[in-house]
């Protein structure tokens, strides 16, 4: 779909559209019908020539369904349908950051570059030449059941660098008559007496560039019970079915949406590889969150790495979608250990140290995850299991937690060349105690590239390798 | 600092007429447009003589009297107008004065703003004037107050003639399409419950209003671009805006709700802001159309509700299980004034009257002298006849037709054939 040199530019338009219906009886063929109707309505709204697309901050505005002859297509004027979407972006204001422009513009200039997103707003013009018909109020008294709610229209249309906004307009347009087409789907099959589901459009990133695929879940029903609708999309997207992609936690974060909860995701993107002769990478997949020592206001220097260091796995394996549980906290792990009758009861609040063993021992106790356990008798033997760890990144492609002398740490990838035998190992140091700075972090190699030497080459180590459940 | 109202000289003729009638103390209200650099009086109008009190004891004012008249003036100022304060002319001193002034600006504030349903907004200049005119020396002492502080003192302000102050003012106007539809609650569809209904109903819609995109001439301009800017001056000019909006979804109910009824408002209605010509900007435009739009279907409502609520007695409805009703709206008419460039008044307009009601009213609630030519009623449509056919409910009532009562109590005459000018009208516009 996008040439990885020439990203493109993502359109996403968004608003909500307001769906009010009278239910004249409870018969569910009413409802069905009603309902029915209502998205009918709402379908013609958005072919109507009061629908209108504002570019968030910016001053333009366009009116998609507009002839593409006239002159009142958008605002301002130079603006027509044949302009290129790309030239939008001189229209568009962007805030000056301070402190993290520059992480930005460190990162930015590491990463593969991604395509741009121009977020717009749908909205209706309510104004029209006059003189129209005049005002009237009409009361009617009848017993009926009011159905309201709000759809949170989402889509997105990717764009290449030749692609005009008349072009993406229509294919906006498109995108959004369907998605009404998908929530009354969803609204029907979800639908209980008279309550509605809210029908939620949710974009999720395929790999091998299937590109972005939107998919409309009912709000209120849990990820456990969908899962006939995800077996189908697996289906239909020709994924495989022992690996989630379309859990609600896999949706695609934009590249202007930043997560609140103040973690840094994948501060190794940021970090530039080695290559080796005759190597390859083998890398962590998707999205992991950095814990260290001192965060969450918990003072465990000294004492907490292998804690930190499973927090790291536990919250990829909520951002990956395999659990809803939030990442556990110092005194959940503990507490977990107790519960499987590893520990005792005085456990829960020390500042005691883990292992592999332990951390194994959590992750099937908390989240029902497995994890083989690869015993090193000493430190010089890890140069030689490059071919064991590059297939578990392949295979599995999960943090690793190592753990052996007095400290633990993740390993996030390898590079390895299977002629040479080189290798080295991204480390992710659960030692570090400052802030969330991702130059700093980057720079003095909290998160980093590592050779051999880095282990301790008399001492023995075990580590912990987290399996995927098979699951969708 | 006091404050400067710079005042349309045709007021000065005005207020000095009243003075050389001399009936006891004369009481009214100013029209115009407060800014932060100045405050614009544009016209004056005084209490209409009370029909019982009429000859009787002129000399004690009657608070409840004057208040009423303010909101009734009130709504018949389009956008960028409003009411600033009140006069009084007598020969007594002022100083005496000050005491009755103070209580009726408060009152008259108080009871305007109790039915808006746009909230003030910090920019809005909240002081409103009053002024005494001594009918002997002819002589004005205007004082100003904040009505944000009932305990505020008077301060004194500046009283400036001046012609042709609001000859170049700018019109920005738009002609906006209204679609609510409301759940009247179970078991209590009266009209009182219908009421509470719009009224939450039209809240709500006013915040989408207000958070609205407001295009100025097709273009979305930032808030303190100058409207005026690089146009010759003295000039009047006209803008065009257009109203984006998006539902809100936070502010009105989720979910389904039994009812015993609905409610819905649709059509069209015209909206206008008068702009003052001392370098307005694209948010104050912003800030008065939306208000006019607000203002203009709320008070078209609370009409129709008051009509209906005198004559619920009436109905045998209530009997019935299932029934529908359409009520129009009345229509806006706008009504030059004379000698004030550009600047309109409006009233209402029901099915029912004749242009010549709405030529009273001005006379008796503004002391406006216009013949029905002047009348502009080409920006609204009138509402066409009752068709029994239309609704599609089991038992349709046909339209209801609800008599306008005047404030003076006359009742009205029914229409002639009023719509079929009004059409005629309409194909006569030249643009």
């Not at chain 1, 590249?255 to 994948?266: A, F, I, Q, S, V």
């Not at chain 1, 890890?382 to 740490?409: C, W």
Request: proline residues 5%; negative net charge.
């Amino acid at each position: 779909m996008s040439d990885s040199s020439e990203p493109g530019t993502i359109l996403r338009v968004r608003g909500p559209l307001e769906f009010k219906c009278q239910l004249d009886s409870t018969v569910g063929s009413h409802i069905q019908k009603v309902i029915s109707r209502t998205f009918e309505t709402l379908r013609s709204r958005v072919k109507s020539e009061s629908l209108v697309f504002t570019v968030c901050d910016s001053p333009v505005v366009v009116w998609p369904n507009r002839g593409k002859q006239e002159t009142l297509y958008a605002s301002p004027e130079e603006i027509t349908p044949n302009t290129l979407c790309k030239d939008l972006q001189q229209w568009i204001k962007t805030d000056e950051q301070e402190s993290s422009s520059k992480k930005n513009a460190k990162s930015k200039s590491k990463k593969i570059p991604t395509a741009s997103v121009i977020n717009l707003h749908l909205m209706m013009e309510v104004t029209k030449p006059g003189p129209l018909p005049a005002l009237t109020l009409n009361r009617t008294v009848q017993k009926h059941h009011f159905l309201r709610t709000t759809l949170p229209m989402d889509c997105v249309v990717h764009t290449t660098c030749n692609d005009t906004i008349g072009v993406a307009c229509e294919r906006l347009l498109e995108e959004l008559l369907h998605q009404l087409c998908e929530m009354e789907k969803v609204s029907l099959q979800h639908m209980k007496g008279t309550t509605l589901q809210v029908p939620e459009p949710l974009h999720f990133l395929l790999p091998e560039s299937k590109g972005l695929v939107t998919v409309v879940y009912p709000a209120g029903v849990p990820d456990s019970q969908l899962e006939a609708h995800r077996k189908e999309l697996h289906q239909r997207f020709e994924l495989p079915e022992d690996r989630p992609y379309f859990r609600r936690a896999n949706v695609y974060r934009f590249p202007n949406e930043t997560y609140r909860d103040g973690y840094l995701r994948n501060p190794h993107l940021a970090v530039t590889h080695p290559s080796l002769e005759n190597g390859k990478l083998y890398l962590v997949q998707g999205i992991y969150s950095y814990h260290h020592y001192m965060q969450d206001r918990m003072d465990d220097n000294g004492w907490g790495c292998a804690y930190r260091s499973l927090q790291t796995i536990c919250s990829w394996f909520q951002q990956q979608g395999y659990t809803e549980r939030p990442v556990p906290t110092h005194k959940e792990i503990q507490q977990a250990l107790v519960d499987v009758g590893d520990k005792q009861g005085s456990f829960v609040g020390s500042r005691q140290w883990i292992g592999s063993i332990e951390v194994q021992a959590v992750l099937n106790q908390l989240l029902s995850v497995t994890s083989k356990i690869m015993f090193v008798s000493q430190g010089s033997e890890l140069a030689s299991k490059g071919r064991e760890l590059a297939n578990h990144f392949i295979t599995e492609g999960t943090p690793v937690m190592i753990g052996g002398g007095v400290l633990a740490h993740t390993i996030l990838g390898v590079a390895w060349s299977e002629t040479t035998g080189q290798i080295r190992y991204l480390i992710l140091d659960p030692h570090y105690t400052g802030s969330e700075d991702l130059q700093v972090i980057t720079d003095k190699g909290w998160c980093g590239w590592k050779g051999p030497d880095f282990w301790d080459q008399t001492a023995y180590y075990n580590l912990c390798l987290p399996q995927r459940p098979k699951t969708i | 600092m006091g404050r400067g109202y710079i005042v349309e000289d045709s007021v000065e003729g005005y207020l000095s007429k009243m003075c050389e009638a001399g009936a006891g103390p004369v009481t009214g209200v100013l029209i115009g447009q407060s800014s932060g650099q100045r405050d614009f009086v544009v016209t004056a109008t005084r209490t209409p003589q009370r029909e019982e009190s009429a000859g009787a004891a002129g000399s004690s004012l009657d608070k409840e009297w004057v208040t009423e008249h303010a909101r009734q003036v009130s709504r018949m100022l389009p956008g960028g107008l409003s009411v600033l304060g009140v006069f009084i002319i007598s020969d007594a001193d002022p100083k005496d004065m000050l005491i009755s002034l103070r209580q009726l600006v408060f009152a008259v504030e108080n009871l305007i703003s109790k039915d808006r349903l746009w909230a003030a907004a910090d920019d809005d200049i909240t002081d409103r004037i009053a002024l005494h005119v001594n009918s002997k020396t002819r002589k004005a002492v205007c004082r100003s107050l904040d009505v944000r502080d009932p305990k505020s003192t008077a301060k004194p302000a500046d009283w400036r003639y001046q012609s042709g102050v609001c000859s170049c003012w700018a019109t920005v106007s738009c002609c906006l399409e209204v679609d609510l539809l409301l759940a009247l609650p179970e078991n209590r569809t009266s009209i009182e419950s219908m009421e509470k209904c719009l009224k939450d109903g039209l809240k709500a819609w006013a915040h989408q209003v207000e958070d609205g995109v407001c295009l100025i001439d097709g273009k979305k301009l930032p808030a303190d671009t100058e409207l005026t800017a690089g146009q010759k001056r003295n000039v009047r000019q006209t803008f065009t805006a257009q109203l984006l909006l998006t539902p809100d979804g936070q502010r009105l109910a989720d979910g389904a709700q039994q009812c015993g009824g609905s409610v819905s408002l649709r059509g069209a209605i015209h909206s206008r802001a008068y702009l003052h010509s001392n370098k307005p900007k694209v948010n104050l435009a912003e800030k008065l159309l939306k208000r006019d739009v607000v203002s203009t279907v709320a008070v078209r409502v609370q009409m129709l509700l008051e009509e209906l609520l005198t004559e619920e007695e009436g109905k045998g409805n209530s009997k019935e299980k299932h029934w529908a009703e359409q009520l129009s709206l009345p229509r806006r008419v706008l009504c030059p004034v004379k000698g004030h460039g550009p600047v309109c008044v409006c009233d209402y307009q029901f099915s029912d009257e004749g242009l010549a009601e709405v030529t009273d009213r001005l006379k008796e609630m503004l002391d406006l002298d216009a013949a029905e030519q002047d009348l502009d009623t080409r920006q609204e449509l009138a509402a066409e006849p009752a068709d029994s056919s239309g609704p599609t409910e089991p038992s349709v009532e046909t339209v209801q037709e609800p008599k306008r009562n005047t404030y003076t109590g006359v009742a009205m005459a029914t229409a002639a054939a009023l719509l079929a000018t009004a059409a005629s009208l309409l194909y006569l516009q030249d643009d």
